[in-house]
């Protein structure tokens, strides 16, 4: 037999077991989940005013702050690990989770729904899993900002297509979001991170 796998993608299969239930079992698939294939260690993120993103634990709060090159070596909270996914649709952009360790606890990003339709960024404790739905919520997709900027990226949330990882003035903070884009085409330098 034949399986359509994406677009125009179409692969051999061949039916190996008849299982309990009459389920059929084939040879040659692959699931939609993501298995880690690297971690980028101690990685800084800046935004466009050259900013580092600090994560505090006991604020739960993650926002990008004017930060010394002497706050930056010995600073806790601005240090993250990228854990990069294989994936089956490189089209989107690689699959990425973030984490940090501070003070002997590892916390991970994610996005919470607290009212239907804004998802909130947010730091949990533990470990990012290794094997994963291809659709978790803490999953980002890691592009290039544009064609043009090779060392600049934006990061597309994996549940919410045109919601990008981004920064917002509130107050004196300028505070991780997730925000929607208008169009594909928009530029928006609140989405823009060097690492």
């Known amino acids: 037999g034949r399986v359509k796998m994406s677009g125009e ?20 698939l692959e699931c939609d989940a993501l298995c880690e ?3 980028f260690q101690h990685r800084v993120f800046r ?7 600090v994560f505090r634990p006991d604020l739960q709060l993650a926002a990008f702050e004017n930060v010394t090159d002497q706050e930056m070596k010995c600073g806790s909270g601005m240090h993250f690990n990228i854990h ?17 360790r501070i003070q002997d606890k590892n916390y991970y990003m994610c996005c919470e729904e607290k009212e239907i339709g804004k998802p909130i960024v947010q ?8 094997d994963i739905p291809q659709e978790s919520n803490f999953i980002f997709f890691k592009r290039t900002f544009t064609s043009c ?13 045109g919601m990008f990882l981004a920064f ?22 609140t989405m823009k991170f060097n690492l």
């Open 37 to 39: 294939e690297k971690i």
């Open 47 to 53: 935004n466009v005013n050259r900013q580092l993103l």
């Open 84 to 100: 990069c996914y294989k994936t089956t649709t490189p089209s989107a952009g690689m699959p990425v989770a973030f984490s940090i």
């Open 149 to 161: 900027s090779s060392q600049a990226f934006k990061f597309e949330y994996a549940l919410k297509q």
């Open 9 to 28: 993608e179409i692969i051999p299969v061949c039916a190996v077991q008849l299982g309990k239930n009459f389920c059929l079992y084939f040879a040659e």
């Open 123 to 130: 730091f949990k404790e533990g470990k990012v899993p290794t």
């Open 168 to 189: 917002e003035n509130e107050g004196y903070l300028r505070k991780l979001i997730l925000k929607k884009v208008s169009s594909e085409d928009e530029v928006d330098e």
